[in-house]
C-alpha cells in the first residue's frame, strides 16, 4: 500500500479556532488530533478542550484544556441508559462552570471559529458568542443521511439520533464521516471518507500470523473462549498483562498497538468507528462485536458486514469466530488495498470554511 502524503501549507486566512473533542473513548482524539496537527501546522492558532479519555490522549501530544463532559456508564458491554443519565446529571454543577470557563477562554483568546467533534460544552460558547461552528464526527450520519439500518433496530436509532441532535446544534456544516456510502440530506451536511491518524498512513500493512483483539468490560472471559482455537491472540483493552496459553495480554499502548495491528491477519474488536477505519486502512478483516445499546456500533458492524469486510456478531464465541478465520481471505480481498481515507479532502473543506467564516487576516 502505498504511503498517504499529508501535505502542508501556510494558510492565507489564519484562525484562531476552538477544537472541543468528545472524551467518550479515544476515537474523537485520535482523529481529532489529525486535524488539529493539519491546522497547526497551516498556521492556525488552535486551543483545545477535552476531558476524561480524550483529555488524556490529547495532552500526550499537544496542551489542552480539561472540561467537564459526558459519558456513558457501560455494564457488561452494555449501555446503561438510567445510570447514564444520573451520572451525568450529577455533573450539571461542573457542566455549567466548565461552559463558563470555555466562554472566558473565547474571549481571551479571541477564538473565531469553533469545531467540534461531538462535544457539547464547545457548540454552547459558539453559539453564545454567535462564533462560525462546524461538526465534524460520524455521529451525524445519524441526523444528516439517508441511513440504511437494520429495520429491528429502530427504537435505538430513534434514540441515539434523538442524543445527536442533543449534542450538537445550529453548525455552519456538519462533515460526516463514514467508511461506507451514505447521502447526506441538505445542503449543510457533506459525507466523507474517514479520517486515519499519521502513526497508521506511515504504517506498510503485511498479513502475519496473531489475530488482534481488542475488547473492554463485559468481555473477562475471554482467554476461555480463545484457548479452544489453535491461533496465537493478541489482546488488548482488558486488565490482565501477560501470556496465557496461546494469549499475549498487552496494555494499552498507542504506538505499540497500532504496529501489532499493522502486522496482524485479523482484528476481533469492538465495532467503534474509528478502530474499523484504522483496520480497514490497513487491510484487516474485521470480527465486530458492537457494544449492547449502543446503536451506533450496531450500525458500523451491520455496514462492516454488508459490504464484505467482515462479520457482525453479537457475543463471542469460539465457533463463530474460527468460521470467521476460515473465511478471512475472503474478507481480505474484498478490502483489497485498503479503504483511501479523507484526510486531504476534510482538509480542503475546513480550509474553505475558514475563508468564508472569518476575516482575513
Not at 22 to 29: D, L, Q, T, Y
Not at 37 to 49: C, M, S, W
Not at 62 to 68: C, K, N, R, S
Not at 231 to 251: A, D, E, H, T, W
Amino acid at each position: 500500500m502505498p504511503l498517504f502524503i499529508i501535505t502542508s501549507f501556510t494558510s492565507i486566512n489564519m484562525a484562531k479556532i476552538l477544537y472541543g473533542v468528545s472524551g467518550e473513548g479515544f476515537g474523537h482524539a485520535a482523529r481529532s488530533l489529525v486535524v488539529i496537527n493539519y491546522l497547526k501546522r497551516a498556521g492556525h492558532q488552535v486551543t483545545v478542550i477535552s476531558y476524561d479519555k480524550g483529555f488524556k490522549f490529547l495532552s500526550q501530544s499537544t496542551p489542552v484544556h480539561l472540561i467537564a463532559g459526558a459519558s456513558f456508564t457501560y455494564e457488561h458491554n452494555e449501555v446503561k441508559y438510567l445510570k447514564t443519565v444520573v451520572k451525568n446529571f450529577l455533573r450539571s454543577a461542573d457542566t455549567l462552570k466548565s461552559v463558563e470557563d470555555v466562554r472566558e477562554l473565547v474571549e481571551k483568546k479571541k477564538i473565531d471559529f469553533v469545531i467540534t467533534d461531538f462535544e457539547p460544552i464547545s457548540c454552547i460558547v459558539a453559539n453564545l458568542k454567535k462564533l462560525p461552528l462546524i461538526s465534524l464526527d460520524n455521529q451525524h450520519i445519524l441526523t444528516k443521511t439517508k441511513l440504511d439500518y437494520p429495520k429491528n433496530y429502530l427504537k435505538a436509532y430513534l434514540v441515539d439520533k434523538f442524543i445527536t441532535r442533543l449534542m450538537v446544534f445550529n453548525p455552519k456544516f456538519y462533515l460526516i464521516l463514514s467508511f461506507f456510502p451514505c447521502k447526506p440530506i441538505g445542503r449543510k451536511a457533506l459525507v466523507f471518507a474517514p479520517l486515519v491518524a499519521e502513526d497508521v498512513l506511515a504504517k506498510k500493512p503485511t498479513v502475519g500470523e496473531e489475530v488482534v483483539v481488542y475488547l473492554t468490560s463485559g468481555f473477562e472471559e475471554v482467554s476461555e473462549v480463545l484457548q479452544k482455537l489453535p491461533y496465537k491472540f493478541i489482546v488488548y483493552g482488558l486488565s490482565k498483562v501477560g501470556q496465557v496459553g496461546n494469549c499475549l495480554f498487552k496494555k494499552i499502548d498507542r504506538q505499540e498497538f497500532v504496529d501489532d495491528l499493522s502486522k496482524c491477519h485479523s482484528i476481533i474488536a469492538t465495532a467503534g468507528f474509528s478502530l474499523i477505519s484504522e483496520a480497514l486502512y490497513l487491510g484487516k478483516p474485521y470480527f465486530a462485536l458492537p457494544a449492547k445499546a449502543q446503536f451506533e456500533q450496531t450500525l458500523n458492524a451491520y455496514h462492516l458486514a454488508k459490504m464484505g469486510y467482515g462479520e457482525h456478531h453479537d457475543d463471542l464465541s469460539a465457533k463463530a469466530i474460527e468460521k470467521f478465520l476460515v473465511k478471512s481471505d475472503k474478507y481480505r480481498a474484498r478490502l483489497g488495498r485498503g479503504l483511501k481515507p479523507g484526510n486531504e479532502q476534510i482538509f480542503a473543506k475546513i480550509e474553505e470554511l475558514i475563508a468564508k467564516y472569518c476575516t482575513k487576516k
